[in-house]
Each structure stands twice: as C-alpha cells, then as structure tokens.
C-alpha cells in the first residue's frame, strides 16, 4: 500500500458505507453518483445445483440508471431492506491509482406488505447473504466505483426484488 | 348491487360452473394430500436437465411429492432415476444436490453410491455391490441381490429435460403424455444441446395451481408494466390459448417489442433455432410444469408442492451448449432482465400469487375464484385455466367448484 493508501482506504471504506445507506433509502441516482462512467455492477453466485457461476444481474450504468429510473412504473414489494456491511479488507495500488475491498454483506428485509401485512408487517428477517468485491479508481482526491459485484451465497430469494443490492 | 353482504358473496356466481373454482382447492389439507397420491406420484415430472449431469457418475438429487429422488448418469452414460434412499435402515443415501460418484467419499469406494451409516453401496444402475460384514450379519439369509435400490422410470425429452415417474404402471411416454403440447417448440429445444445457465428457487406460501394459473392466463399483464409496452398490441391480443389433451395449455407467440422499454434491446441476434425474432412461446403442463421462450433465452418452473399453501418453485434458465461466452453473457442478460430474481417481471408475479395465498390460507372461508373470460380462445381468455381444471378434476375424482362433490365430465352436464 502506497504511504497515502491508509488515508485512501479510510476513503474507500466511507464510499462502501455511504452506498449502503444511499441504496437502503433508494436514492439511486446519489448511489449511481459514486460510480465512475465506465462502471459495472453484477450481483454473482455459485449454484451448487447446477454447479455453475450464475449472474443474477448485471449492467453498466447507463443501465442501472435506466431500470431503476423506471421502478416507480413497476408493482415492487417495498418492504424495505437494510443493508448491514463490514468492510473486511481494503487493498489500494502501489500507484494510488486503483483498490478492491471486500465488505461482508446481510440484507435485512422488514415486511410491509408482506404475505398477510396484519400479520407480518414489521417482521424482519434476512433476506440475503453474500459479499460486495468492489473496484474502484482513484484520481488525487477523488475516488469512484468502477465495478461492483454482490457475490451472493442465497439462492433461494423467494419473491426476489427490483432493488439492485 | 354495489358491495355484498355475506350471503350475496357466497351465492352461486353467475357464470357456469366451470368458469370459476372453489378456493378450497387451493388451501385444503385433505385435498392436498389427495393431490399428492392421485396426481404427483402418478405422472410424469421433469427433475432437472441433462446438462446438470454432464459426465458418467455425475448425479443430482431432488424430490417428488416428498420421495427423495436421485437421477445419475451411468459409466454407460445413460441416464437413471432412484429413489435416493438405503433399503437398509431407510437413510437418504445422498444428501448434496448434485456432484460425482467418480471421486471416493469418506465412508465409500469411488464409482458408487455410498449410504455413509453403514457404508452399503450401489452401483449405478441401482445394484447393492456391497454389504458391510455381509456374512457375519447376516450368514446365507440375505445378500446384495437381493437389496437393490428402487429404480424409477425416466426419460429424457424435450431439449434435454429428464423426466422421472414414481408410477411404475405409467403407460405413456414422455411424448404421450405430452400430447402434442410440446410440438410448438420441439424444433426450437431439439435442434442442438441445450445448456442450464440459471438457477434459483423461490418457496411461497401459494398453492402451486397459483402459480401454475398465473403461467396459464396472461390477463394478468396488466401487473407488469414491461409486458404492457412491449406486447398490448393486436398482435398480442390475437396470441391463441390452445388446449392439448391432459390439461396442458400452449400459449401461441406474437412478436415482443423489447425496445418500447427503455435499456432493452431486440432478442432477434440470438433467437433459438427456427424462432423467428422475438417471439414468446409459453407452454403449461400438467400439473405444474412450464415452458417459457423468450427469444433468446428459455426458462422451465418446476414446481414441489410443499403444503396446500406451500410451494417450491425452482427456475431454469438455458441457452444453446454451443454458445461463444459473448453470447452466453448476452443471454444470461436477456434471461435475467425479464426472469432473474432481480428481474422486471418474475418478483412481480411471486408478489401477486402470494397475495392470493394469504388470502385464501387454509381455514378461511371458501371464495369462488373466477376462470370465465371467454375471448376466442385468445391471450386473455381463461380457457387454458378451465382447461387444466377439468383435468384436475378427472385425476382428483372432484368437481373444481364444488369440491365436496364427485367429479362429472362436462358433456354430461350438458
């Protein structure tokens, strides 16, 4: 890590966690800000069914802009999610150029609408586990996503959801 | 009459019986069981696809109406079915979902079926090979002969989909008891192996004739704003609804306007074969099994019924064997901005069908669930619903609306 990594990485860590509480509100265009124009997102996983890498999602931005610009238009659950994560690792180039981090991921989802809303609104259970391998690129002061993959461990995701993770 | 009182919303709907159904029938436990027995265990069910078992000794596991099954393919590289249980003490002798008897496991030699309790194995083709301590145990009064495992029936079929009966009586084949309802696609799935790229399930408290209704009658396109845009044309409302014998549904194609939704592009550079472009065939089968052909991309939903109110749905998503990675990532793409589980389309109709189970859990007061539009057997009639319910009705023995009441063929109320 460069001598200015550390200050880099603290850095990198507030943008991780800033992504979190820009997508738990839904604010997706402030979440999609923090994305560079050359940035893709990927939500991954392994099937041990199929014994196959799957990708649930995926898109650069000019995409994500344009499908969660149209979410108002689409019956959605919006039984809200929380996104609880811990940035376990941060590695930035010996340039200060580039860095990845690993933040370990769960996804809390608290019913509104739910099966029976009498009965399961308020109720929050986890909908998700898995992790962000995020890239990012880095230009003095200013760093911005350049690839974000949510690598899921669930595969049972039930009614699923338009929210990107 | 605006609102009703109580008596009003329980009398006799105006439509014919036939056009609505008891949603007892959906909630019910005794029915439910019944279902399993007469109609689960009876039929044909595709359990996975030929790609998931690529190598000999490759298996996967799965169940139909609660029996553990175990499909594996054979150093002969056919393709066999069990059910995925010890004749010894009754254990399920494998517990992965899928992987290869190739390797050793810790309890077992490689190239078998190991139980891991007490180490009794089988070979692929179901035949015990080996009794731990044998003649100690048990001296001359029972050897591996006589232990075998119990085979299933099974078949592949259309574009590579293994298809298992627990009914060892069954007297049709896959291609009978499909009875014409595949054909639409069957040059499309057959012309070239097919590959799974998707995977994912969804357990919903539904009953699983909700979900397969909701793959039957496209009127219900109006909770998906994607399908609304790029379909709600004349085309699309010309699709036909057409019934095959044994309660199976094909429904006809049109072509889909993919662009009318903004991010979305035309399926035309990856069609299967002999697709023309863009189109979108859905076929239904009896009893809870669907076909659906976007284009580029075709999704199976094989359904596990869990309880009256419970249902597991697990989604396929396949594209040619042959595809170049580019390709492959483009229809993973155009699979998964429709099907995935952060899709536009598929969260919306789990979303819509548990709203029908929550109300109608079992308990709850019977309701007439209305199957009656009649539109000349296009996209928006329910023909295909009424179809399947009266094969329902003839493997279950009731009458879909008043299921307390024998099941009486059609002609003869006439």
New interface residues.
């Given amino acids: 890590m460069a001598v200015n990594g550390a200050e880099t990485a603290e850095k990198i860590k507030s943008l991780i966690y800033k992504t979190c509480l820009y997508q738990d509100d839904c604010e997706w265009k402030n979440w999609l800000d923090l994305c560079s124009e050359d940035f893709n997102y990927y939500?991954r996983?392994y099937?041990?069914?199929?014994?196959?890498d799957?990708?649930?999602?995926?898109?650069p931005k000019?995409?994500m802009e344009?499908?969660t610009?149209?979410l108002r238009?689409?019956?959605?659950?919006d039984s809200p999610l929380k996104r609880h994560g811990v940035v376990y690792r941060v590695d930035v180039s010996d340039d200060n150029k580039l860095a990845t981090a690993v933040t370990s991921l769960t996804v809390f989802q608290t019913l509104l609408?739910g099966?029976?809303s009498h009965v399961d609104s308020g109720t929050t259970g986890i909908f998700l586990v898995g992790r962000y391998n995020d890239k990012f690129v880095i230009d003095g002061d200013d760093v911005k996503f350049i690839e974000r993959e949510v690598r899921l461990d669930t595969?049972?995701?039930?009614?699923?959801?338009?929210?990107?993770? | 009459m605006s609102a009703r009182n109580h008596e009003q919303w329980n009398a006799q709907p105006i439509l014919q019986s036939g056009e609505w159904v008891d949603s007892k029938i959906y909630s019910d436990e005794e029915i439910f069981e019944e279902e399993l027995e007469k109609i689960w265990k009876q039929m044909w069910i595709p359990v996975c696809h030929e790609s998931e078992l690529k190598n000999a000794y490759d298996f996967r596991t799965m169940t139909i109406a609660r029996e553990p099954v175990i499909v594996v393919r054979g150093k002969d590289m056919k393709v066999r079915a069990f059910l995925n249980v010890c004749p010894h003490r009754g254990n399920m002798i494998e517990r992965r979902p899928s992987g290869s008897f190739a390797k050793s496991t810790p309890s077992g030699t490689p190239k078998t079926m190991t139980c891991m309790f007490h180490a009794w194995q089988f070979d692929m083709k179901g035949k015990c090979v080996n009794i731990t301590r044998k003649e100690e145990g048990y001296q001359d009064r029972l050897c591996e002969s006589d232990v075998g495992l119990r085979e299933l029936k099974s078949e592949v079929y259309f574009g590579g989909f293994i298809w298992v009966s627990l009914n060892d009586n069954i007297n049709q084949t896959v291609e009978e008891f499909a009875a014409g309802a595949l054909d639409s696609l069957a040059p499309s799935v057959n012309e070239e192996p097919l590959e799974v790229f998707h995977y994912h399930k969804a357990i919903i408290d539904c009953n699983y004739k909700l979900w397969h209704d909701t793959n039957c009658e496209f009127y219900h396109d109006y909770l998906h704003y994607h399908n609304r845009i790029t379909g709600f044309n004349d085309e699309y409302f010309a699709r036909k609804n057409t019934g095959f014998k044994g309660g199976h549904v094909n429904v006809g194609s049109f072509e889909v306007q993919y662009e009318n939704y903004e991010g979305f592009h035309s399926r035309e550079e990856l069609s299967f074969p002999h697709l023309p472009a863009n189109q979108w065939y859905m076929i239904d089968m009896f009893p809870g099994v669907n076909f659906n052909l976007r284009g580029s991309a075709l999704r199976s939903d094989i359904m596990t019924p869990l309880g009256p109110n419970k249902v597991m749905i697990e989604f396929r998503g396949l594209g040619l064997a042959s595809d170049s990675p580019k390709d492959r990532k483009i229809r993973i793409d155009h699979h998964n901005s429709i099907w995935g589980p952060f899709g536009r389309n598929l969260c919306e109709d789990l979303i819509a069908v548990t709203g029908q189970g929550a109300a109608m859990q079992s308990g709850s007061e019977s309701r007439q669930i209305l199957h009656g539009r009649h539109e000349n057997e296009t996209i928006h009639d329910e023909n295909g619903m009424r179809h399947y319910y009266e094969e329902w009705g003839r493997w279950v023995g009731r009458s879909p609306s008043y299921p307390d009441q024998p099941f009486v063929e059609p002609a003869e109320t006439a």
């Fill in positions: 939500i996983a099937s041990p069914e199929i014994q196959k799957m990708e649930y999602m995926g898109g000019e995409y344009s499908i610009g149209q238009k689409h019956n959605i659950d609408g099966n029976s595969r049972r995701l039930d009614k699923g959801t338009h929210w990107p993770i």
